[in-house]
């Protein structure tokens, strides 16, 4: 019987019910997961962090949001204003709607009825996540538009170009999964994982994820698109009270996503780690599997959270060049060799010790490329010229405009006893 099977027999009330849930879910696990940011981050730095409101400083979070709440709502007068108030909706919508085909646990019994605990699921679920998932990025280029300002348009524009860079190199790396499980529906993709973890087998699709799953969500070392020393706040700079709080709320939920689909297609979903699972027989069943997945989920927030706190930020050619000319090749690369693999292991009959053994030569060839330093050429054709002997960076003198070709040996002279004003004076 196949898990699809499960789904489209719900009443309509059990189906309300969970996707209130879903709901709820969401909106705590954002307050919590910005309480958690603050203080781990406060921890690295050798501060307290929130620790006034509520035990623990665990409702600094709602208060921040009760502050956002009654601050002044502003629109700027060369906004469009329609576009401008619907762009924080259309970010935030998408994403709630991702989590509806998330599977939080096995078959369960609720209020008298046999459900999974999963809102929905279809055979393409994973990529109804990421078309979902892509439109939430009209609401950041369409805000950064309609907000009628420089530093605004720059931070929209960024996002769109770094989330189709990121997000070809996403969907690479789960192509692999697709060919392990041979679905893409996330049910079935959990169920494939029973024995053994794809996040172990299909490692450098892992890791290739992982680092696009930042890229996307546009979270530090990878936050270009509201690069505050850059461009102010990016394309919510002139966002405030509740539309600015969306955007935020959307940002906390798409790395909620991210992790959660992460978990489903990599770290077995629901399922309980393997050394539990062999002491504990009923460790997969009932309501325990919500403990596993969430405490996955927290794992991967806990490594956005440590990103932030530990690397600077990329320079935007950097960050292209790391997503075009680096995981795009090595993704296309691993799935040739997955495909290989499969292939050899079923036409040629490859045991799974052999196959982990030739994965594992192949991660370490992998590895080996990607350090490989570029050829000179290409270096040097990148490299800024040398200045020259005694040149220093000097503004153009004010009255005459900026001074180019022989007239800037006179204005810039290569002694440096002899000043500016006295070439100025002759």
Same mark, same amino acid.
């Given at each position: 019987m196949s898990p699809l099977d499960a789904f489209g027999n719900d009443p309509w009330w059990i189906v309300a019910i969970k996707a209130v849930l879903v709901f709820v879910v969401l909106v705590l696990l954002t307050l919590f997961n910005i309480w958690f940011e603050r203080r781990v981050v406060a921890r690295m730095q050798h501060r307290i962090g929130p620790n006034i409101n509520g035990p623990?400083? $665990?409702?600094?979070? $709602?208060a921040d949001g009760v502050k956002l709440a009654f601050k002044e709502d502003l629109i700027p007068k060369?906004?469009?204003?329609? =576009?401008?108030?619907?762009?924080?909706?259309?970010?935030?919508?998408p994403a709630f709607v991702t989590f509806?085909?998330?599977?939080?646990?096995?078959?369960? &019994?609720?209020?008298?009825?046999?459900t999974p605990l999963q809102l929905t699921d279809m055979p393409v679920a994973v990529l109804f996540v990421m078309a979902i998932a892509s439109i939430g990025i009209y609401g950041i280029v369409l805000g950064g538009w309609s907000s009628g300002s420089t530093y605004s348009l720059l931070g929209g524009l960024r996002s769109s170009a770094q989330m189709i860079s990121y997000e070809v190199a996403m969907g690479l790396a789960l192509v692999a999964v697709f060919m392990y499980a041979g679905s893409m529906s996330t049910s079935e993709i959990v169920a494939a994982q029973d024995d053994f973890w794809f996040g172990l087998i299909l490692a450098p &699709?892992?890791?290739?994820?992982?680092?696009a799953m930042v890229g996307e969500t546009n979270r530090a070392p990878f936050d270009l698109p509201e690069a505050e020393g850059e461009l102010v706040g990016g394309f919510h700079t002139e966002y405030s009270s509740l539309k600015?709080? *969306?955007?935020? *709320?959307?940002?906390?939920?798409?790395?909620?996503?991210? &992790?959660?689909?992460?978990t489903?297609?990599?770290? @077995?979903?629901?399922?309980?780690?393997?050394?539990?699972?062999?002491?504990?027989?009923?460790?997969?069943?009932?309501?325990?599997?919500?403990?596993?997945?969430?405490?996955?989920?927290?794992f991967f927030i806990f490594i956005f959270i440590w990103l932030r706190g530990t690397l600077p930020r990329l320079r935007y050619d950097q960050f292209m060049h790391f997503g075009w000319k680096r995981l795009i090749p090595i993704? *296309?690369?691993?799935?040739?060799?997955?495909?290989? $693999?499969?292939?050899?292991?079923?036409?040629?009959a490859f045991d799974r010790q052999t196959a982990m053994i030739v994965a594992g030569v192949l991660i370490v060839v992998f590895l080996a *490329?990607?350090? =490989?330093?570029?050829?000179? @050429?290409?270096?040097?054709?990148?490299?800024?010229?040398?200045p020259r002997p005694g040149a220093f960076p000097t503004p153009p003198i004010p009255a005459g405009g900026p001074v180019r070709g022989a007239a800037a040996e006179l204005v810039f002279p290569s002694d440096p006893d002899v000043t500016v004003s006295e070439v100025r004076h002759g």
């Open positions: 623990f400083g $665990l409702l600094q979070s $709602l060369a906004a469009d204003k329609v =576009v401008f108030l619907l762009a924080p909706i259309i970010a935030v919508i509806s085909v998330i599977p939080f646990g096995p078959e369960v &019994s609720m209020f008298g009825e046999t &699709s892992f890791i290739i994820y992982m680092i600015f709080a *969306l955007f935020f *709320l959307a940002e906390y939920i798409n790395m909620a996503t991210v &992790s959660a689909l992460a489903t297609l990599f770290l @077995g979903g629901w399922h309980a780690p393997f050394w539990i699972d062999e002491v504990w027989a009923g460790a997969n069943e009932g309501y325990w599997p919500v403990l596993w997945f969430f405490g996955k989920v927290l993704s *296309l690369v691993w799935i040739i060799a997955v495909a290989t $693999l499969r292939a050899a292991r079923n036409d040629l *490329l990607y350090f =490989v330093p570029e050829r000179r @050429g290409e270096a040097a054709a990148r490299a800024p010229e040398p």
